[in-house]
């Protein structure tokens, strides 16, 4: 594979690394608690509890790559923009924008049960 030298470039890669529904899917379930327990965090003052924001975003990631869409997170090379990818695909799904952005990504619909 040839070296990412822009974000422009990743977000594609991105998206195709991240082809399966489900895949996506554990991956809004972690980024969402992930944002959770961030502004529990802020809300109480329990900064002991910040780590959590991390295990609890890249437990469900890391789990549906090797589990469903059997390849390694884009996160042990990209990590700044896997990261913000991760905000950005959850943001496409909640805005309905994700079709778009997978067509334009040349990711085929899957049709499945998921």
């Not at 809004?28 to 329990?46: K, N, P, S, W």
């Not at 090379?77 to 913000?84: D, I, Q």
Request: proline content about 4%; aromatic content about 16%; charged content about 20%.
């Amino acid at each position: 594979m040839k070296t990412i030298k822009t974000y422009r470039e990743f977000w594609p890669y991105y998206l195709r690394e991240h082809a399966k529904p489900a895949t996506r899917a554990w991956h809004y379930v972690g980024t969402m608690i992930a944002i959770l327990v961030l502004l529990t965090v802020i809300v109480t003052g329990r900064w002991l509890l910040l780590p959590l924001v991390l295990v609890s975003g890249y437990f469900f990631a890391w789990l549906s790559h090797g589990l469903i869409e059997k390849n390694k997170p884009a996160t042990f090379t990209y990590p700044l923009w896997s990261l913000m990818s991760d905000f950005r695909m959850l943001y496409c799904f909640l805005t309905g924008q994700m079709g778009r952005e997978l067509e334009k990504a040349g990711v085929r619909a899957v049709q499945t049960a998921e």
